[in-house]
């Protein structure tokens, strides 16, 4: 099975699509802006603020199988994919804010991630909920990269330029592109680049969730996953995240 999530929502990002289609730009933009109206319209800095974690529960579809998933998100950087399988709970990935490790699916056994994944997923902790929330507290930047058609969308087309991350040892530069609905400014796609990989992330159906608004429709690498429901500040048992220890 392939692991599809080192973040989700917000984990996140692609390779850029021929779909894309550079518009002349009649609007007076900038990043910062965009961003402003996206937090706004989903929900507001305030309310933003006060999400301590999210439970969402889930499924994706592989062929015609549909896997029941469930993903945990901490502000304090704790993260964990849970997936339902032959009758079982795995865990795919979890995070406890200093060991990243996974679920070997041929043994069943847990693994430690690698150092490099670690590193990164320890640069995500700053990330809660969405990179783009707290970016000028990271030290990120962002630039407005005009206006393009996307996937059938009018889109801003904005990029994220957050610290580097570790790939085989060396740093690299990570940038990923985000393109938000003109009309709504709900981000419809990101793209970048993780771990030496194109990744894709598309997303639509935004809904409210206590006043806040998340997209419950997503597909990663063409595979569709569909939020059947997402709980804010659910209690969460930390042992979800921590490696297991034999006795």
């Known amino acids: 099975m392939k692991s599809f999530f080192l973040l989700f929502f917000f984990l996140t990002s692609t390779f ?44 994706l579809t592989q062929g015609d199988l549909t896997i029941p998933i469930t993903i945990y998100n901490t502000k304090e950087g704790k993260q964990a994919v849970i997936v339902e399988y032959s009758g ?6 979890a995070f406890d804010g200093a060991t990243l490790w996974t679920t070997n699916f041929m043994t069943m056994e847990p693994e ?15 990330d809660f909920p969405s990179p783009l929330n707290n970016y000028k507290e990271n030290g990120y930047t962002v630039n407005y990269e005009g206006t393009v058609a996307k996937d059938g969308v009018v889109t801003f087309k904005v990029k994220l330029t957050q610290e580097p991350i570790s790939l085989n040892g060396e ?49 990663q690498g063409g595979q569709p996953i569909t939020i059947r429901e997402i709980i804010i500040n659910p209690e969460i048992d930390d042992n979800i995240f921590a490696f297991p220890v034999k006795d």
């Open 16 to 59: 850029l699509s021929a779909q894309e289609e550079i518009l002349l730009d009649l609007y007076d933009h900038n990043a910062d802006e965009i961003i402003a109206n996206y937090i706004e319209k989903t929900g507001g800095v305030e309310a933003w603020s006060e999400v301590e974690a999210t439970k969402m529960l889930a499924s």
């Open 88 to 93: 079982k709970k795995i865990t795919q990935m």
């Open 112 to 126: 430690i991630s690698s150092d490099d994944m670690r590193k990164n997923m320890m640069l995500k902790r700053n």
């Open 171 to 219: 740093e690299k530069p990570y940038e990923s592109y985000y393109f938000f609905d003109i009309e709504t400014y709900y981000p419809i796609a990101i793209e970048a680049t993780q771990m030496g990989q194109p990744i894709s992330i598309k997303m639509n159906n935004y809904t409210e969730v206590e006043g806040l608004y998340f997209p419950f429709n997503l597909s």
